[in-house]
């Protein structure tokens, strides 16, 4: 079993940050690929960013400058630092890694279950 915990959202006033963290645990070999999506309402889950386990970063354009991730491999973890948060932004954001697990050769798609973030105008 594999688990991705997210934590951090909320709601913020435009203009505002908000940091948030995934933790991945359970019978794992190696992560590859970690990274954040969101999911609008109405609209489609899209690509925040992603970071291989070299370090090497991906970033939608509309978040460009103002957000950055991170990961520490010690401990499985994902960052995303948002700043200058637009009402736009509002999403659910989900965590993304791509694993090898114990005993299961090759990488699998994991996902969290999402955590709300809100910057209202």
């Known amino acids: 079993q594999v688990q991705l915990v997210e934590s951090g959202g909320g709601l913020v006033q435009a203009g505002g940050s908000l940091r948030l963290s995934c933790a991945a645990s359970?019978?794992?070999?190696?992560?590859?690929?970690m990274g954040w999506y969101r999911q609008a309402p109405g609209k489609q889950r899209e690509l925040v960013a992603l970071i291989t386990s070299g370090g090497s970063t991906n970033y939608a354009d509309s978040v460009k400058g103002r957000f950055t991730i991170s990961r520490d491999n010690a401990k499985n973890t994902v960052y995303l630092q948002m700043t200058s948060l637009k009402p736009e932004d509002t999403a659910v954001y989900y965590c993304y890694a791509d694993i090898e697990r114990i005993m299961i050769p090759g990488g699998m798609d994991y996902w969290g279950k999402g955590t709300l973030v809100i910057a209202s105008s």
């Open positions: 359970g019978s794992i070999v190696s992560i590859n690929a």
